[in-house]
Protein backbone atom coordinates (compact mmCIF):
# COMPACT_ATOMS: atom_id res chain seq x y z
CA UNK A 1 0.00 0.00 0.00
CA UNK A 2 1.65 3.42 -1.39
CA UNK A 3 -0.14 5.78 0.19
CA UNK A 4 0.07 9.03 -0.81
CA UNK A 5 3.35 9.48 -3.63
CA UNK A 6 5.05 12.71 -5.07
CA UNK A 7 7.16 13.52 -7.26
CA UNK A 8 10.04 15.03 -8.11
CA UNK A 9 11.19 15.10 -3.94
CA UNK A 10 13.51 17.91 -4.93
CA UNK A 11 13.59 20.21 -8.04
CA UNK A 12 15.45 23.37 -9.14
CA UNK A 13 13.68 25.80 -11.43
CA UNK A 14 14.84 29.14 -12.97
CA UNK A 15 12.85 32.09 -12.37
CA UNK A 16 9.95 31.84 -15.00
CA UNK A 17 10.14 28.28 -15.53
CA UNK A 18 6.83 26.10 -15.33
CA UNK A 19 6.63 22.74 -13.58
CA UNK A 20 3.80 20.13 -12.37
CA UNK A 21 3.85 18.73 -9.07
CA UNK A 22 2.65 15.52 -9.09
CA UNK A 23 0.65 13.56 -6.20
CA UNK A 24 -1.18 10.16 -6.27
CA UNK A 25 -2.89 8.21 -3.85
CA UNK A 26 -3.92 4.59 -3.40
CA UNK A 27 -6.68 4.82 -0.81
CA UNK A 28 -9.33 5.80 -3.11
CA UNK A 29 -9.74 9.17 -0.77
CA UNK A 30 -11.98 11.66 -2.31
CA UNK A 31 -10.60 14.68 -0.61
CA UNK A 32 -7.10 16.01 -1.64
CA UNK A 33 -5.28 18.76 -0.70
CA UNK A 34 -1.73 21.03 -1.81
CA UNK A 35 0.18 22.92 1.03
CA UNK A 36 3.30 24.68 1.01
CA UNK A 37 5.31 24.95 4.02
CA UNK A 38 7.84 27.32 3.93
CA UNK A 39 11.27 27.30 6.35
CA UNK A 40 10.33 27.41 9.99
CA UNK A 41 6.64 28.00 9.64
CA UNK A 42 3.41 25.95 9.25
CA UNK A 43 0.92 24.08 6.47
CA UNK A 44 -0.74 26.96 4.25
CA UNK A 45 -3.45 25.77 1.96
CA UNK A 46 -2.95 26.32 -1.98
CA UNK A 47 -5.65 24.12 -3.36
CA UNK A 48 -7.71 21.69 -2.43
CA UNK A 49 -10.37 19.18 -4.25
CA UNK A 50 -13.47 17.16 -2.93
CA UNK A 51 -13.86 14.72 -5.99
CA UNK A 52 -12.92 14.18 -9.40
CA UNK A 53 -13.37 16.90 -11.61
CA UNK A 54 -14.02 19.60 -8.38
CA UNK A 55 -11.26 21.96 -7.26
CA UNK A 56 -11.24 24.80 -5.56
CA UNK A 57 -9.30 27.44 -4.19
CA UNK A 58 -7.13 27.69 -0.49
CA UNK A 59 -5.56 30.38 1.37
CA UNK A 60 -2.52 30.91 -1.12
CA UNK A 61 -3.63 30.13 -4.72
CA UNK A 62 -2.01 32.84 -6.87
CA UNK A 63 0.82 31.45 -9.36
CA UNK A 64 -0.55 27.89 -8.90
CA UNK A 65 -3.22 25.60 -10.70
CA UNK A 66 -4.68 22.15 -10.32
CA UNK A 67 -6.87 19.48 -11.85
CA UNK A 68 -8.47 16.35 -10.64
CA UNK A 69 -9.63 14.37 -13.96
CA UNK A 70 -9.36 10.88 -11.72
CA UNK A 71 -9.88 9.87 -7.70
CA UNK A 72 -6.16 9.17 -7.73
CA UNK A 73 -4.35 12.16 -9.12
CA UNK A 74 -4.03 15.90 -8.23
CA UNK A 75 -1.28 17.42 -9.98
CA UNK A 76 0.07 20.67 -9.08
CA UNK A 77 0.96 23.49 -11.53
CA UNK A 78 2.98 26.31 -11.18
CA UNK A 79 3.39 28.77 -14.07
CA UNK A 80 5.57 31.38 -14.12
CA UNK A 81 7.77 30.46 -11.35
CA UNK A 82 9.34 32.78 -9.01
CA UNK A 83 11.53 32.84 -5.53
CA UNK A 84 8.81 33.58 -3.62
CA UNK A 85 7.31 29.94 -4.69
CA UNK A 86 10.50 28.44 -3.11
CA UNK A 87 9.28 25.88 -0.15
CA UNK A 88 8.01 22.35 0.52
CA UNK A 89 5.05 21.51 -1.16
CA UNK A 90 3.32 18.34 0.49
CA UNK A 91 -0.05 16.64 -0.99
CA UNK A 92 -2.70 15.19 1.27
CA UNK A 93 -5.80 13.10 1.11
CA UNK A 94 -8.51 12.38 3.61
CA UNK A 95 -11.77 10.37 3.76
CA UNK A 96 -14.05 12.27 5.65
CA UNK A 97 -13.75 10.51 9.30
CA UNK A 98 -10.46 10.96 9.95
CA UNK A 99 -6.42 11.88 9.76
CA UNK A 100 -4.85 13.57 6.89
CA UNK A 101 -2.02 10.98 5.17
CA UNK A 102 0.90 13.11 4.03
CA UNK A 103 2.91 12.47 0.86
CA UNK A 104 6.65 12.49 1.80
CA UNK A 105 6.76 16.33 0.48
CA UNK A 106 8.61 18.31 -2.79
CA UNK A 107 11.29 20.33 -1.76
CA UNK A 108 11.39 23.34 -4.50
CA UNK A 109 13.84 26.02 -4.73
CA UNK A 110 13.36 28.52 -7.30
CA UNK A 111 16.67 30.99 -8.46
CA UNK B 1 -13.02 32.87 10.10
CA UNK B 2 -11.32 29.73 11.26
CA UNK B 3 -8.56 30.14 13.12
CA UNK B 4 -5.67 27.79 14.84
CA UNK B 5 -3.22 29.70 17.51
CA UNK B 6 -0.30 28.64 18.81
CA UNK B 7 1.55 30.53 21.38
CA UNK B 8 4.72 28.42 21.96
CA UNK B 9 7.09 28.75 19.32
CA UNK B 10 9.55 26.54 21.48
CA UNK B 11 9.91 24.30 24.43
CA UNK B 12 12.21 22.45 26.24
CA UNK B 13 11.37 19.34 28.36
CA UNK B 14 13.55 16.53 30.56
CA UNK B 15 13.39 13.20 29.68
CA UNK B 16 10.77 11.59 31.20
CA UNK B 17 8.53 14.16 32.21
CA UNK B 18 5.33 15.44 30.82
CA UNK B 19 4.79 18.66 28.74
CA UNK B 20 1.84 20.15 27.23
CA UNK B 21 1.86 22.03 23.93
CA UNK B 22 -0.87 24.58 23.95
CA UNK B 23 -3.32 25.02 20.89
CA UNK B 24 -6.68 27.43 20.51
CA UNK B 25 -8.90 27.45 17.76
CA UNK B 26 -11.78 29.64 16.41
CA UNK B 27 -14.49 28.68 14.54
CA UNK B 28 -18.62 29.02 13.04
CA UNK B 29 -18.50 25.62 12.33
CA UNK B 30 -20.31 23.17 15.28
CA UNK B 31 -18.52 20.33 13.44
CA UNK B 32 -15.33 20.14 13.47
CA UNK B 33 -12.18 17.69 14.00
CA UNK B 34 -8.81 19.05 16.11
CA UNK B 35 -5.76 16.85 14.61
CA UNK B 36 -1.93 17.05 16.13
CA UNK B 37 0.81 16.15 14.19
CA UNK B 38 4.54 15.48 14.69
CA UNK B 39 7.52 17.07 11.92
CA UNK B 40 10.69 15.44 12.86
CA UNK B 41 13.94 16.93 11.52
CA UNK B 42 13.48 14.27 8.52
CA UNK B 43 10.42 16.17 7.14
CA UNK B 44 7.65 14.07 7.21
CA UNK B 45 4.13 14.95 8.82
CA UNK B 46 3.24 12.24 11.55
CA UNK B 47 -0.17 12.05 12.69
CA UNK B 48 -0.64 11.87 16.43
CA UNK B 49 -3.76 12.13 17.75
CA UNK B 50 -7.63 13.38 16.59
CA UNK B 51 -10.57 14.92 18.82
CA UNK B 52 -14.01 15.10 17.33
CA UNK B 53 -15.83 19.03 18.41
CA UNK B 54 -18.78 16.26 19.40
CA UNK B 55 -16.77 13.91 21.24
CA UNK B 56 -17.42 13.64 25.13
CA UNK B 57 -13.83 12.14 26.31
CA UNK B 58 -10.76 12.99 25.86
CA UNK B 59 -8.75 11.12 22.79
CA UNK B 60 -5.51 9.63 23.48
CA UNK B 61 -2.94 7.19 21.87
CA UNK B 62 -0.38 5.70 23.86
CA UNK B 63 1.82 8.83 25.09
CA UNK B 64 -0.45 11.43 23.27
CA UNK B 65 -3.65 12.56 25.19
CA UNK B 66 -5.19 16.07 24.00
CA UNK B 67 -6.88 17.78 26.65
CA UNK B 68 -9.80 19.20 25.14
CA UNK B 69 -11.94 22.52 26.20
CA UNK B 70 -14.06 22.94 23.89
CA UNK B 71 -15.74 26.48 26.03
CA UNK B 72 -12.28 27.59 25.93
CA UNK B 73 -11.84 26.56 22.26
CA UNK B 74 -8.55 25.18 23.65
CA UNK B 75 -6.96 21.81 22.34
CA UNK B 76 -3.82 21.36 23.70
CA UNK B 77 -1.70 18.54 23.41
CA UNK B 78 -0.06 16.18 26.29
CA UNK B 79 2.81 14.04 25.93
CA UNK B 80 3.89 11.73 29.21
CA UNK B 81 7.39 10.54 29.57
CA UNK B 82 8.80 12.25 27.07
CA UNK B 83 11.57 10.44 24.95
CA UNK B 84 14.49 12.13 22.95
CA UNK B 85 12.97 10.88 19.69
CA UNK B 86 9.98 13.19 20.75
CA UNK B 87 12.07 15.77 20.05
CA UNK B 88 10.55 17.60 16.73
CA UNK B 89 7.90 20.27 15.25
CA UNK B 90 4.14 19.78 16.72
CA UNK B 91 1.40 20.73 14.77
CA UNK B 92 -2.23 21.42 15.85
CA UNK B 93 -4.34 21.74 13.06
CA UNK B 94 -8.18 22.19 12.63
CA UNK B 95 -10.79 20.59 9.92
CA UNK B 96 -14.16 21.73 8.76
CA UNK B 97 -16.89 19.70 9.22
CA UNK B 98 -19.77 19.08 7.15
CA UNK B 99 -21.49 21.81 7.71
CA UNK B 100 -18.98 24.01 5.42
CA UNK B 101 -18.67 20.92 3.03
CA UNK B 102 -15.66 21.87 2.33
CA UNK B 103 -13.28 19.46 4.91
CA UNK B 104 -10.51 22.15 4.79
CA UNK B 105 -7.50 21.39 7.23
CA UNK B 106 -6.28 25.06 8.77
CA UNK B 107 -2.32 24.47 11.14
CA UNK B 108 -0.94 26.04 13.37
CA UNK B 109 2.69 27.83 12.98
CA UNK B 110 3.75 25.36 15.20
CA UNK B 111 5.94 24.54 18.45
CA UNK B 112 9.42 23.05 18.38
CA UNK B 113 9.88 20.69 21.26
CA UNK B 114 13.01 19.76 22.84
CA UNK B 115 13.61 16.49 25.01
CA UNK B 116 17.09 17.13 27.20
CA UNK B 117 18.64 14.18 28.13
Known amino acids: NAGVTQTPKFRILKIGQSMTLQCAQDMNHNYMYWYRQDPGMGLKLIYYSVGAGITDKGEVPNGYNVSRSTTEDFPLRLELAAPSQTSVYFC??????????FGPGTRLTVT | AQKITQTQPGMFVQEKEAVTLDCTYDTSDPSYGLFWYKQPSSGEMIFLIYQGSYDQQNATEGRYSLNFQKARKSANLVISASQLGDSAMYFC??????????????FGTGTRLKVLA
Open chain 1, 92 to 101: ASTDRAGEQY
Open chain 2, 93 to 106: AMREGPTSGTYKYI
